[in-house]
C-alpha cells in the first residue's frame, strides 16, 4: 500500500492525511502553485494562524466566509476554519469540491446542541420561529428557519414579525445579548462557546486598571458580566473596524487571539492586549481551529482530501435557513 492509502485509511481516525512533509518545502510557494493549478480560493477565519490567514484568498468572519462561498467560481474551495463553516459552504455550493483540512477542527457550541435532542426541544414550541447561530451542524439547519452570524444576529431578529415568539439556539450568551439589544423575549438554548466562557473578570479588570487608556473590546460570545464592561461588542469583523476608526491606542480585546494578526497589520502603531483567561493555559485560542496548519493545508490542496460531503436531503432542508440569513443581509447592506 502507497502512503497516500495508508493515510487515507487513516483519516477517520485522525481527521486529517497523516503523511511526512519534507520540511525544506517551501509551503507558501506550494500552496499557491496548487491554488493555480486545480482553481482553488483559500477561505480562512480570522482565528487561524497568521501564516494561513496571510496566504489566504479571503480573510474574514462567518458571514464574510459564507457571501464568498456563495459566490466563487473556483472549482475547489479550501477552508481554513472550523467544520461547521466548511458544511455551510458545502450547502451554497453543493456542485464545488470543499475540502477542511483536518475533519476533527470541531466547535463546542455546534457540539451543545444536537439535533434530535433540538427537534424534540421545539415540538414543545411549535409557534416560534428557530432562529440558529451559523455555529452549529448542518443537521441542525435543517431545523432551523433562519440562521445569523455576530455580525447580523440583530437585524435577523429584527426582521422577525413582533408577534412571533423565537427559539435562538445554541449559544445562550449571544442570545441573551440579542435580548437586551431588541427587546425581544427569546428562549435560549444553553449552548456556549469555550473560548469566550474562559476569559477572567478579575484579570480583566486589574489590566483595565493598570491600562485605563485602553479601550475593552468583547465578542458577544463572550459572558454577560464581561459584556456589561465593554466599550464596544461586535463580531470579529465589527471589533477590527472599531480598532481601526477608533481614536484610542491601547484595547484590550476579548476575543479568539487569532484575530490580533489582523489588527496589527491594520494598524501596526497601536497596542492590542489579549484578554486573559481564568487560568495559566493558552485557552483563548480555540482549539479545533489551531488544528488546521500550514502541513495539513498544504496535504488536503495536493491530495483533495479530507473532503466535507453531505447528504442530499440535508443541502436539500438547510440551505433555505442560510440563504434567508444571506437575503436579509444584503437587504440591510451587510
Ligand atoms: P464571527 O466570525 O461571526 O465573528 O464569529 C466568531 C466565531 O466564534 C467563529 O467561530
Ligand atoms: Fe466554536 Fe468558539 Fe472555536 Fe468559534 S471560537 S469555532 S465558537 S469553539
Given at each position: 500500500m502507497n502512503t497516500l492509502a495508508i493515510a487515507e485509511?487513516?483519516?477517520?481516525?485522525?481527521?486529517?492525511?497523516?503523511?511526512?512533509?519534507?520540511?525544506?518545502?517551501?509551503?507558501?510557494?506550494?500552496?499557491?502553485?496548487?491554488?493555480?493549478?486545480?482553481?482553488?480560493?483559500i477561505l480562512a477565519h480570522y482565528y487561524q494562524e497568521g501564516e494561513i490567514q496571510d496566504i489566504a484568498d479571503y480573510v474574514g468572519d462567518s458571514l464574510g466566509l459564507s457571501q464568498q462561498a456563495a459566490n466563487t467560481d473556483a472549482d475547489i474551495i479550501v477552508f481554513a476554519g472550523v467544520h461547521f463553516m466548511a458544511e455551510t459552504a458545502k450547502m451554497l455550493s453543493p456542485e464545488k469540491k470543499v475540502l477542511l483540512p483536518d475533519l476533527k477542527a470541531g466547535c463546542s457550541l455546534a457540539d451543545s446542541c444536537p439535533p434530535p435532542i433540538f427537534r424534540k426541544y421545539k415540538e414543545k414550541y411549535p409557534d416560534h420561529v428557530v432562529v440558529s447561530y451559523i455555529n452549529c451542524t448542518a443537521?441542525?439547519?435543517?431545523?432551523?428557519?433562519?440562521?445569523?452570524?455576530?455580525?447580523?444576529?440583530?437585524?435577523?431578529?429584527?426582521?422577525?414579525p413582533k408577534d412571533k415568539g423565537i427559539i435562538f439556539a445554541p449559544d445562550k450568551n449571544l442570545g441573551a445579548y440579542l435580548q437586551k439589544k431588541t427587546g425581544r423575549d427569546m428562549i435560549l438554548w444553553n449552548g456556549s462557546c469555550m473560548v469566550h466562557e474562559i476569559?477572567?473578570?478579575?484579570?480583566?479588570?486589574?489590566?483595565?486598571?493598570r491600562h485605563p487608556e485602553a479601550k475593552f473590546i468583547a465578542h458577544p460570545e463572550c459572558e454577560p458580566h464581561l459584556l456589561e464592561k465593554a466599550d464596544y461588542i461586535g463580531s470579529t469583523s465589527g471589533l477590527l473596524r472599531y480598532?481601526?476608526?477608533?481614536?484610542?491606542?491601547?484595547?484590550?480585546?476579548?476575543?479568539?487571539?487569532?484575530?490580533?494578526?489582523?489588527?496589527?497589520?491594520?494598524?501596526?502603531?497601536?497596542?492590542?492586549?489579549?484578554?486573559?483567561?481564568?487560568?495559566?493555559?493558552?485557552?483563548?485560542?480555540?482549539?479545533?481551529?489551531?488544528?488546521?496548519?500550514?502541513?495539513?493545508?498544504?496535504?488536503?490542496?495536493?491530495?483533495?482530501?479530507?473532503?466535507?460531503?453531505?447528504?442530499?436531503?440535508?443541502?436539500?432542508?438547510?440551505?433555505g435557513s442560510i440563504d434567508r440569513m444571506l437575503e436579509i443581509s444584503a437587504k440591510a447592506g451587510l
Amino acid at each position: 500500500m502507497n502512503t497516500l492509502a495508508i493515510a487515507e485509511k487513516d483519516l477517520n481516525k485522525n481527521g486529517f492525511l497523516d503523511i511526512d512533509v519534507d520540511p525544506t518545502l517551501d509551503l507558501v510557494a506550494e500552496i499557491n502553485k496548487l491554488k493555480k493549478e486545480k482553481n482553488a480560493i483559500i477561505l480562512a477565519h480570522y482565528y487561524q494562524e497568521g501564516e494561513i490567514q496571510d496566504i489566504a484568498d479571503y480573510v474574514g468572519d462567518s458571514l464574510g466566509l459564507s457571501q464568498q462561498a456563495a459566490n466563487t467560481d473556483a472549482d475547489i474551495i479550501v477552508f481554513a476554519g472550523v467544520h461547521f463553516m466548511a458544511e455551510t459552504a458545502k450547502m451554497l455550493s453543493p456542485e464545488k469540491k470543499v475540502l477542511l483540512p483536518d475533519l476533527k477542527a470541531g466547535c463546542s457550541l455546534a457540539d451543545s446542541c444536537p439535533p434530535p435532542i433540538f427537534r424534540k426541544y421545539k415540538e414543545k414550541y411549535p409557534d416560534h420561529v428557530v432562529v440558529s447561530y451559523i455555529n452549529c451542524t448542518a443537521e441542525l439547519k435543517t431545523l432551523t428557519d433562519i440562521c445569523c452570524t455576530s455580525t447580523n444576529a440583530v437585524q435577523i431578529i429584527e426582521s422577525i414579525p413582533k408577534d412571533k415568539g423565537i427559539i435562538f439556539a445554541p449559544d445562550k450568551n449571544l442570545g441573551a445579548y440579542l435580548q437586551k439589544k431588541t427587546g425581544r423575549d427569546m428562549i435560549l438554548w444553553n449552548g456556549s462557546c469555550m473560548v469566550h466562557e474562559i476569559f477572567s473578570h478579575e484579570k480583566i479588570t486589574k489590566l483595565m486598571l493598570r491600562h485605563p487608556e485602553a479601550k475593552f473590546i468583547a465578542h458577544p460570545e463572550c459572558e454577560p458580566h464581561l459584556l456589561e464592561k465593554a466599550d464596544y461588542i461586535g463580531s470579529t469583523s465589527g471589533l477590527l473596524r472599531y480598532t481601526k476608526e477608533s481614536d484610542a491606542d491601547t484595547f484590550i480585546v476579548a476575543t479568539e487571539v487569532g484575530i490580533i494578526h489582523q489588527m496589527e497589520k491594520q494598524t501596526p502603531n497601536k497596542t492590542f492586549i489579549p484578554a486573559p483567561p481564568n487560568n495559566t493555559c493558552a485557552c483563548n485560542e480555540c482549539p479545533h481551529m489551531k488544528r488546521n496548519t500550514m502541513e495539513k493545508l498544504y496535504l488536503c490542496m495536493k491530495h483533495e482530501q479530507p473532503e466535507i460531503t453531505l447528504p442530499q436531503w440535508v443541502i436539500d432542508e438547510g440551505v433555505g435557513s442560510i440563504d434567508r440569513m444571506l437575503e436579509i443581509s444584503a437587504k440591510a447592506g451587510l
